[in-house]
């Protein structure tokens, strides 16, 4: 079974700064997909960004970005000129080819401080 | 677009109660559906997988008995939870896929149901 691995359970970072949370996956596939998912206080699971494991291009989605380090197996989110509505549950999921699982890490609780 | 619906969103009753959460893709066809329950500041755990037409899929350690999945639709599926007790209180959330298998497209998600059995 595929392995996620979010190290930081809990964070916190002022209003307009930025913060980086880390995720690292095991895996021994060479194509993949990755994803962050954001979880506010109203529970719904928001897809935050998509990452295709072949293409080295880090995604972009406004002020979130990712850091793939595809030797390094890990998947980091930045996030940029950080607000008080980013204040969530983060969660980081890998997806192998060709199939239909979502594999998630523990999470990573994030607070925005005003 | 790809929006799931879930409901209801919150639901209280009595133990031995069975109960009953819809979860419909609202613009798009879900050949594949997903449901998740989550225990309060944790991941988010796979029960089944749910496929259109055919049996659903359960992950190990879930009771297909107690919690009976139908997705007799292109756009529903439903999970009945079975004579409930108090230790199937949780939050439960549905996903959808849109798209074939293997297409590395995103599961888009319900807003959750949150059961509470007394």
């Known amino acids: 079974a595929q392995t996620v691995t979010q190290s930081q359970p809990e964070m916190s970072v002022q209003e307009a700064e930025t913060v980086t949370l880390s995720c690292t996956y095991d895996?021994?596939?060479?194509?993949?997909?990755l994803f962050w998912y954001k979880q506010p206080p109203s529970r719904q699971m928001i897809l935050v960004i998509r990452?295709?494991?072949?293409?080295?291009q880090n995604a972009t989605e406004n002020r979130f970005s990712v850091n793939f380090q595809k030797a390094a197996k890990s998947f980091s989110l930045k996030i940029s000129d950080s607000q008080l509505g980013d204040t969530a549950m983060y969660f980081c999921?890998?997806?192998?080819?060709?199939?239909?699982?979502?594999?998630f890490g523990t999470g990573t609780s994030l607070t925005v401080i005003p | 677009g790809a929006v799931v619906s879930q409901h209801p969103s919150w639901v209280i009753c009595k133990s031995g109660t069975s109960v009953k959460i819809e979860c419909r893709s609202l613009?798009?066809?879900?050949?594949?559906m997903f449901w998740y329950r989550q225990f309060p500041k944790q991941s988010l755990m796979l029960m089944a997988t749910?496929?259109?037409?055919?049996?659903?899929?359960?992950e190990q350690g879930v009771e297909k008995d107690k919690f009976l999945i139908n997705h007799a639709s292109l756009t529903l599926s439903t999970l009945t939870v079975t004579s409930a007790h108090p230790e199937d209180s949780s939050f439960y959330i549905c996903?959808?896929?849109?798209?074939?298998?293997?297409?590395?497209?995103?599961?888009?998600f319900g807003d959750g149901t949150r059961l509470s059995i007394l």
């Open positions: 996903s959808a896929r849109v798209g074939g298998q293997g297409n590395g497209q995103p599961q888009h």
């Open positions: 749910s496929n259109e037409g055919s049996k659903a899929t359960y």
């Open positions: 999921a890998f997806m192998k080819p060709g199939g239909d699982q979502f594999y």
């Open positions: 613009d798009f066809q879900a050949t594949t």
């Open positions: 895996t021994s596939e060479n194509n993949y997909y």
């Open positions: 990452q295709e494991a072949y293409k080295q």
